[in-house]
């Protein structure tokens, strides 16, 4: 079969492999039908992200079962189901509390496409087959009328998104919302904008300089303000960082109103200094670090099928299989593709 290979920056090739096969009665197979790039891939192909190749590409997509071992329940042949980017067993103590992302029962950072940073024996979903171990615990089916090609970022960028305002809306109904977009994390904190406004968010703000962007948060029912990140736009109970760098990391904690929280969804590769007597007085919560996916992937879901979050309006660029290559190469902020 074919797999895609990301060899380094700029450079992407299909490699002939071996057809994985089902090893344990707990296992699937998959055929992946719309694959999604996060919004660390644009900056790897770009040479902006440390994670240099060769190793097998993508982790985020819609696949098709196409076999399951016999101890499979939850999942059939013919079912288009999510495939979490993390590799998860779902019964460990981790797993268990919902922290899926740091299973207990395989190294740490297990996940697929991510080379040496999730492990290179996963492989990557942009194959003609993947095989998924746990299959009951990670896969998650499609519901009826979700189009696999609108929720191809449901296996990471989008449950990264809901978590950075969903539990905390839970938690203060309504309260107004405030997303420091940017080029870190793009399609995360577009996300998380429209999430918010899924989510009954009184007032959910969207803040970049980037025209496009800023429309995308405007269709997603955000109130799109065109500013640096720095701009004096109030305090907000509920603040994400998806900028980058350490001035917008700042701007978002000085935007966390008393009692409220932060979320930074970024990757900040360097050490950044925080302004920690502020969020010490105002008792502002902080939060950094991977999500963890499965949990969230159910509920994403539901608010698609029910009509009130359209993931879609964020896609940038949408190609088929064949010309997956080139187009990757042109690095747009989110790209799915289809076979």
């Known amino acids: 079969m074919k797999r895609l290979m990301l060899s380094g920056p700029g450079e992407l090739h299909w490699e002939e492999v071996r057809e994985p096969e089902l090893t344990g009665a707990d296992q699937a197979l998959v055929r992946p039908v719309a694959l999604a790039t996060c919004d660390i891939d644009p900056a790897v ?12 590409f993508g982790h985020e997509g819609v696949a098709e079962v196409v076999a399951v ?21 779902g019964s460990c103590g981790p797993c268990l509390r919902g922290r899926t992302g740091n299973c207990a029962s395989h190294p740490p950072l297990s996940t697929f496409g991510l080379g040496a940073l999730g492990g290179l024996n996963w492989g990557g979903l942009w194959a003609e087959l993947a095989l998924i171990p746990h299959a009951d615990a990670m896969l998650v089916r499609l519901p009826a009328g979700v189009d696999p090609v609108a929720v191809a970022s449901a296996s990471d960028n989008i449950p990264d998104a809901y978590r950075s305002v969903a539990p905390q809306l839970a938690d203060n109904p309504a309260a107004e919302v405030l997303v420091i977009g940017g080029p870190a994390a793009p399609s995360i904190g577009l996300y998380a904008a429209g999430l918010a406004v899924a989510l009954g968010s009184a007032r959910a703000v969207y803040l970049d300089t980037d025209p496009a962007r800023l429309e995308i948060a405007r269709k997603l029912g955000a109130e799109a303000i065109e500013a640096e990140h720095d701009a004096r736009v109030g305090r907000f109970p509920i603040t994400v960082e998806a900028a980058g760098g350490a001035e917008a990391l700042r701007a978002a904690i000085g935007a966390t109103a008393f009692d409220g929280w932060c979320t930074s969804v970024s990757v900040q590769l360097t050490d950044v200094a925080l302004p920690v007597f502020q969020m010490y007085s105002r008792c502002c919560t902080f939060h950094t670090g991977r999500a963890h996916a499965r949990p969230a992937i159910p509920a994403v879901l539901d608010l698609v099928a029910a009509g009130r979050f359209d993931p879609s309006l964020v896609t940038t660029v949408t190609t088929d299989w064949d010309d997956a290559v080139e187009a990757l190469l042109t690095t747009p902020m989110k790209l799915v593709a289809v076979r």
């Open 45 to 56: 192909l770009r040479g902006a992200f440390p994670l240099p190749g060769p190793y097998p």
């Open 69 to 89: 071992g016999e101890e499979v329940r939850t999942v059939a042949v013919g079912d288009h189901v999510i495939v979490p980017f993390q590799i998860s067993c």
